[in-house]
């Protein structure tokens, strides 16, 4: 008795130990497992066995070794389940279906009135386009939900977003009481963006930050392989760090002297249509228009990107200093100004860290493009339900038959 | 026999949170270390008949349960083994010896001359000193040494303390070749201090800020329970985050405007001199001068420690936006000033944060005192054997018998 409970208990850990290795590096031998887990063999053939049985490892080959032993290559069963994930990303809510490794089968898309609050209704609706060409198959199932938001989640669970115009939208409550049996994790986009770059790509990071500045700024944490979410998930709000105290430039939250009042797109504009004269109006002037008439040589717009670069700069000379990442990912509208915002915020992190904080640093542009929210958004929902014991246990019953999944193509 | 490598695996993590838990809470029934680690009564059986019977668990009593059933009290033996903590303070050297619990048997404590290299052996000299009653008494053990330094390690993992004139010191290595059976441990001061305040205290913290105030300051970040090391033990310089980046304060790194130009101990002193017309020297001001002048009402002692608290406040406003801490610790010289510093800090960390980033922060002064680093050494090394399988696996053999132990108070 006391023998199978403990049974069970140790092969949550090794299933989701292999399961996490298999979705990041695909195709791996039992040796190879073993290595990179740090489990022993018998735990993995334990593991195995468990997973292919219930239909979530495919074996998809064999490989020789160089005593020419042949050794067989497991790799995750892409159709043992499906993940949607929902990217409110401000102006628009982008919806995707995905198998169990995380590739796009089926896109929505609906655009958002400006300043207006938002609907829960319209992400149900969403969810349910995504998702209804797999109750039409019959045999398939979601795994869980996955949701990327701005702004931040109040005390209470509600959506905050005080630049989109969002109040206090019970986003959480309303897809849970929606959609009963399928689990739904949330986080801000600044984590879903850090999630979706440390753990996609051909690295994987174990200490990274990721600066996301568009109509608001944040920074999602990477600490050891593991999101910093803090006391009440609050982390990141660089934004709203008075990088430049003594500055008069006022920021939505009500302070002076903010990053975000320098720094995001809408505040970028409205110093550059200051130090024209006021001859546009700022709703007229998109934040690309900025960009393209600093390359075109315009004083107030080249003057206008190098304080908002050396105020970025600034404060991630503060983050670097205080968290020594490996890495720091430059994200949103940043990405279309790459050149000549980059050299600046680069020019200002050198001169105001120290020197041992920057040595082994790599600072980049995200290269991960407009799915990065909505692939860090499936990620989110996979790695949550590995790390949810009733999740884990239930996976894998009823697994797709592989044509169904490969047919469910709507976009 | 592969059953029995898996039994040793699973074991190894039940020693583990039984220990650690026991450590922080002592005197436990077995339903109680059930409850607390999650682990199910099987696996804590285990654990406790393994741990009594290598000695490093007692049976302290008997308590009865509501429906009358007697359930046993388990507890650490006390005596089970010694460690060895080690406190560079940078004027001094702190040497203890204490019991399996962390009580303090031994002291010494060796004056440093001011702005001299650390000589290793002077460290290697002292910890012989606290650590040859046990020899004398035959049959205890020292199970590791756990050093709180300042300053960081550089790539070499020699110490560097740039403010203490210390350029290199390879203590970890001098330390290891003394003492090859002893397993040794180093952690910066902040992080040491950090550790003592959120896990000797009655309440545990698992996100948490320590700043540390002194010749130089550093920031302990404690995310999830967990130490922030980053990619190379870097975290925590915001002695050189840059808060006022227009001020001519000129700091020991070269730049200028730093946290630690305005807000070290020597720099208060430098500040209030030349504020007084540089009337006195500086090597003749003591910090504490400061803040009793400033609390007969000196205006020049005023004027700048409210600039100093509204640095620091600043400071704390950015780490609590980025790290969303339960409690922020202040700790070092500022602990002399609680009564003209603390006000001025909570009012700037109020005026300059996120109303909800303050929402259910604590912030207090450390109240551990002198022995802070001390006892954060001491369970940086008893946390540190406890990661490690190889101790872990070896704890307990020829423990002590608890008359040894008791005996050795040479302080």
Redesign the interface.
């Given at each position: 008795?006391?023998?199978s409970?403990?049974t069970v208990?140790?092969a949550d850990q090794w299933l989701r130990q292999v399961l996490l290795l298999l979705y990041q590096r695909r195709h791996l031998t039992r040796i190879e497992i073993a290595q990179f887990t740090g489990l022993?063999?018998?735990?993995v053939s334990h593991a195995l066995t468990h997973l292919l049985r219930r239909g979530l490892l495919l074996k998809t080959g064999e490989t020789q070794s160089e005593s020419r032993r042949r050794r067989e290559v497991f790799d995750l069963n892409p159709e043992a389940g499906y993940f949607i994930g929902v990217d409110l990303e401000g102006d628009r809510i982008r919806f995707a279906l995905t198998n169990f490794v995380g590739d796009i089968r089926c896109r929505w898309e609906v655009p958002l009135e400006f300043r207006q609050p938002l609907a829960p209704e319209t992400v149900i609706e969403g969810i349910r386009m995504v998702s209804r060409e797999i109750a039409a198959a019959g045999s398939g199932r979601v795994l869980a939900i996955g949701v990327s938001y701005p702004g931040?989640l109040?005390?209470q669970g509600n959506l905050v977003a005080v630049n989109l115009g969002w109040q206090g939208c019970p986003i959480g409550e309303a897809l849970a009481a929606a959609f009963p049996g399928w689990p739904v994790f949330l986080e801000s986009d600044k984590d879903t963006c850090i999630l979706a770059e440390s753990w996609r790509g051909a690295q994987t990071y174990?200490?990274a930050l990721f600066l996301i500045a568009e109509g608001g700024i944040g920074?999602g944490?990477l600490?050891?392989g593991?999101l910093?979410?803090?006391?009440?998930?609050?982390?990141?709000?660089?934004g709203?760090?008075?990088?430049?105290?003594?500055a008069a430039d006022l920021c939505n939250?009500g302070?002076r002297g903010c990053l975000e009042a320098i720094a995001s797109s809408p505040n970028i504009v409205r110093q550059y249509v200051d130090a024209e004269g006021k001859r546009e109006s700022p709703r007229a002037v998109r934040i690309t228009d900025v960009f393209e008439r600093a390359r075109q040589g315009n004083p107030a717009a080249r003057a206008v990107l190098d304080r908002v670069g050396r105020a970025i700069g600034?404060a991630l000379?503060?983050?670097i200093?205080?968290?020594?990442?490996?890495i720091v990912i430059l994200g949103g509208d940043m990405i279309a100004a790459e050149d000549i915002l980059v050299p600046v915020i680069l020019d200002e992190i050198q001169r105001?860290?120290?020197p041992?904080?920057t040595?082994?640093?790599s600072i980049r542009v995200s290269s991960l493009g407009l799915d990065i929210r909505l692939r860090g958004a499936v990620l989110l929902a996979f790695r949550s339900i590995l790390e949810t014991p009733e999740s884990l246990r239930t996976l894998g019953v009823n697994s797709l038959p592989r044509h169904a999944g490969t047919s469910v193509v709507c976009s």
């Open positions: 008795m006391a023998k409970k403990t208990k140790i022993n063999p018998a735990s931040m109040d005390a174990r200490n920074l944490i600490v050891d593991r910093v979410r803090g006391m009440r998930g609050l982390t990141g709000e660089i709203h760090w008075k990088v430049l105290p003594d939250c302070g600034l000379s503060h983050a200093c205080l968290l020594n990442p490996e105001r860290s120290l041992v904080s040595e082994r640093l």
